[in-house]
């Protein structure tokens, strides 16, 4: 059972990245997935979440920016990036939901460099 976090590199101030978290041994479409950051020397931090339902919720620095997506097909969850800031700069991490409702599974984290 694993995430696998890919897509991550370096980009300038503006331009879009795909995150892509695909799963083995855990079906995404039954469970919450969520993306997460940490930026070096900070704490990490909560960027957006899909449901099972498909529902999607946000934090306040990548909404209208950032759009989280659900391959069911492929069990892939993806993080859509546009508009890219240098204080977008972090490790992006994958976790999945458990039975028990908690993140109990995460991927390796990928790094995202927003060049100014």
């Known amino acids: 059972v694993q995430l696998q976090a890919s897509g991550g590199g370096l980009v300038q101030a503006g331009g879009s990245l795909r995150l892509s978290c695909a799963a083995s041994?855990?079906?995404?479409?039954?469970?919450?997935t969520g993306w997460f950051r940490q930026a070096p020397g900070k704490e990490r931090e909560f960027v957006a979440t899909i449901s099972w339902s498909g529902g999607s919720t946000y934090a306040t620095s990548s909404k209208g920016r950032f759009t989280i997506l659900r391959d069911d097909a492929k069990n892939t969850v993806y993080l859509q990036m546009n508009s890219l800031k240098p204080e977008d700069t972090a490790v992006y991490y994958c976790a999945v939901t458990g039975r028990g409702g908690s993140y109990d599974l995460w991927g390796q984290g990928t790094q995202v460099t927003v060049s100014s």
């Open positions: 041994g855990r079906t995404f479409s039954r469970y919450t």
